[in-house]
């Protein structure tokens, strides 16, 4: 299955310079196959695209046309959600202190009354 040939299109290319990273509408032709995995994408974008670790290539959004032969998709940074990021856990308890505490001020002080209940621990 892997044997037969895939073409990747890429279109609405855009440079996103506040993320820093590049952005685009990808095309895939599979003629004769069922559909592609979004690991040999990453993997042909990556090479496509000189990137150094195909892991920070995100592909998501996928549909295949109807017909077969063609599927469509995007590519986006949610490095959250595919494990390149770790979320940092505040509990229920410190997240109210501290929102109370800001409650009670007013102006420039407000933002050092809430620092004192960050936190939290990296996972």
Known sequence: ?????????????MTNR???RKQ?????????????????????LARMYEVKDPNT???????????????TGQ??????QNGLDTKVEKSR??????????KKIRGVKKTKASDAGKGGKKK
């Open 93 to 102: 308890k410190q997240m109210k202190e501290r929102k109370n505490r800001a």
């Open 1 to 13: 299955m892997a044997d037969k040939a895939v073409t990747i299109r890429t279109r609405k290319f």
């Open 18 to 20: 506040l993320l820093s």
């Open 75 to 80: 590519l986006n940074s949610l490095s959250l």
């Open 24 to 44: 685009f509408v990808v095309d895939v032709l599979h003629p004769g196959r069922a559909n592609v995995s979004k690991a040999e994408l990453k993997e042909k």
């Open 57 to 71: 290539v995100f592909v998501f959004k996928f549909r295949t046309h109807f017909g077969g032969g063609k599927s």
